[in-house]
């Protein structure tokens, strides 16, 4: 059962993907946080730190022609007081990817201070066998 924060949490996780599949800059934009520092990965990018870089590459990808159709799935929520994050699957047109959204409360609302996603294995990984140690 989710709890209420898990829910809100979740709401802005689904806002997030909203906003990233109908290629709306100005809501994507409000998501970040304000007051935190924040960083985000692009498939195939280096970390980019700092609201300026993350917002400038959120404005050239959803401006851009090539702006992938997005959507996820299995999203979960882990919540630690003031800080939550994430995990999905990102669904484009021929890609799954591995997706991790990290939030913030900041005055009341659940607002991004990181995302990174990056592609998902074609198979399940292969589980060790259980004589194999773990260190």
């Keep these: ?25 100005s809501a994507m934009e409000q998501l970040w946080a304000r007051e935190h520092v924040v ?34 799935a299995d999203a979960t929520a882990l919540v630690f007081g003031e800080t939550a994050f994430v995990t999905c699957v990102e669904e484009l ?9 990290v939030f913030t409360l900041e005055r009341g609302e659940w607002r991004l201070v990181h995302h990174h996603a990056g592609p998902m294995a074609s198979r399940s990984p292969s589980r060790r066998p259980s004589s194999t140690p773990l260190n």
């Design 1 to 25: 059962m989710t709890s209420p924060v898990e829910s809100a949490v979740l709401a802005a996780n689904r806002a997030f993907y909203e906003a990233f599949a109908e290629k709306n800059f």
């Design 39 to 72: 960083a985000c990965i692009h498939p195939g990018w280096g970390p980019l730190h700092g609201s300026d870089a993350v917002i400038a590459s959120w404005r050239a990808i959803l401006g851009s022609p090539e702006a992938p159709d997005v959507d996820f």
């Design 93 to 101: 047109r021929d890609a799954k990817l591995a997706a991790t959204n």
